[in-house]
């Protein structure tokens, strides 16, 4: 547990649940003559819930501490209008909450709603506090669940699916947050906002395409990063780097793990045309793990020998997961990406042995969604039940929160815009799975040109999961789809701060999918105007 809590406090995996706003858009309202009064509205339960309570209270701001696993800090945060909303759902048994924050003072005229992280819905806080810094009126909920690791409600006291709660978890719960925080927004202030956002990554990125799919005209725009749509099927298919190692009885070290990735990213770095420390396209990457077959590695003060079976393990990750007789199911773990993220292991045993340590989420997902079992074995699933385990969860689960609809005609008829980054160095959610999805709307809704005009995909080089504004580079993702939707300035890029390989600071403009970055052979490979967009089939 002490491992996991030192990874969740880098602010990587599990989305990081802090979706920090960088845009400093223009306020939209005028000032109000009067100090806002904190007072309890009177609100109209959404559809198909009843409102058990509202209240009001002031709070003066300052410094939020952000709550559960994730924890981090926002401070000077101007004083707020905190209204907390406790609904249910009649006959389902749930009590939800969703909690709206409404500064004071330089209310921007803007609403935004946050996602949640792995099992979380909602944000915890300091999200919250950093969106009423920038002016925004802001929601989020908890879905009735708990934090991020918190799967106490999967199961009901018969061992059965809590369907009430999983539903909550899907879709329900934002759409909820969605017309409740809007209400509380038009009863205090007096007036609506004048334009709607929803920001997440990771498990918000999922809620994200799930309100464009589901519930296309609860946002003006939508900034869904490193999605987590597919979920039926990604979340298995994210344990298989555990199932290779088991099934192989072979368990690398993080240290050779990072030796084969080092590698890969060096021989695959001058393909975008120069040496920076970033591979643009790692689907073009075919570096052979074989290659280093007897290379000497120094791990804790230790020097290990890398095998034919540490080559072959690392091979079958990176291709990802297979039925037994080669039929692919999903994407591997990408080649640049952290191999010990989902592919952990513990320490050795008294006598040496090493076991797999499974990133919880997957895990927690197999464990208790698809088997319906919380002692279910990992180590000893074979080939073969893996493959049975992901048509499983396929099969019960993709029409509750698969989040792979591509039929997107209702976002676009509502004017709807949809902006997304990932990063292609993701060692929880590979990126593939977002381009896949991009190019099933594509074939849905007559290319991409027309896709285009509502829905933009930017991959992010060398990247990890929700890297960016976390502590990976950063970007002001926000303020472009602000500018999109209000000035009708569509991104052709997206100016970012990536971070290379030898950890050092380069600029680019991300380009929008299906276009790739690539060096003009002039200038400074960490500057932005060194590179340009250009069609795969050019690069």
Known sequence: MKKLLTVLAAGVPLAAAVYLPTASAE????????????????LKAPAGT???SVTAVRQAGGTIHGSGILQGTVTDVPAFCEVTVILTHPGDGDRVKVQTWLPEKGWNGRFQALGGAAYSVGDNGVGMGTAVKNGYAVTTTDGGVGDVLDTSWALNGDGQVNTALLKNFASRSQHDAAVVGKAVVD?????????????????????????????????????????????????????WPQVVMNNEKTHPTGCEFAAFTGAAVKACDPLDGVKDGLVNDPAR????????????????GKEL????????????????????????LWSGVPIGADLAGLAGVN????????????????????????AKNPSFDLSKVTYSQFAQLFKQSEAEYDK??????????????????????????????????????????????GGAKRVDDFYRLFLAPGTVHCGLNQGDGTTDDLGALTAWVEQGKAPKTLPATLINAEGKQVNRDLCSYPKVSHYTG??????????????????
Request: proline share 8%.
């Open 27 to 42: 306020t939209l309202t005028s000032p109000a003559a009067e100090p806002l009064a904190c007072s309890t509205p009177s």
């Open 50 to 52: 009843k409102v058990e």
């Open 187 to 239: 009863a205090v202030y007096g007036r609506r906002a004048s334009y709607s956002y929803f920001n997440g990554c990771s498990t918000g990125g999922r809620q994200g395409y799930m309100e464009a799919q589901r519930y296309p005209d609860d946002y003006d725009g939508i900034l869904a990063k490193a999605p987590a749509i597919s979920w039926a099927e990604y979340e298995v298919a994210t344990v």
């Open 285 to 300: 990457c075919d570096f052979d793990p074989r290659r280093l077959i007897g290379t000497k590695v120094v791990c804790e």
């Open 305 to 328: 020998t890398i095998t034919a079976a540490d080559a072959a393990v690392v091979r079958k990750i990176w291709d990802g997961p297979r039925t037994t007789s080669g039929e692919k």
């Open 347 to 370: 320490p050795p045993d008294a006598d040496g042995n090493v076991t797999g340590a499974p990133f919880p989420v997957p895990a927690e997902w197999v464990r208790l969604w698809v």
């Open 400 to 445: 509750i929160i698969g989040t792979d609809d591509p039929d997107l005609s209702g976002f676009r008829r509502s004017g709807g815009k949809l902006l997304t980054w990932h990063g292609q160095a993701d060692q929880f959610i590979p990126a593939q799975g977002t381009v896949q999805y991009r190019q099933r709307v594509e074939r849905e809704m």
């Open 522 to 539: 002039l200038g400074d490979p960490a500057a932005a105007s060194s590179f340009r967009c250009v069609a795969p089939s050019r690069h």
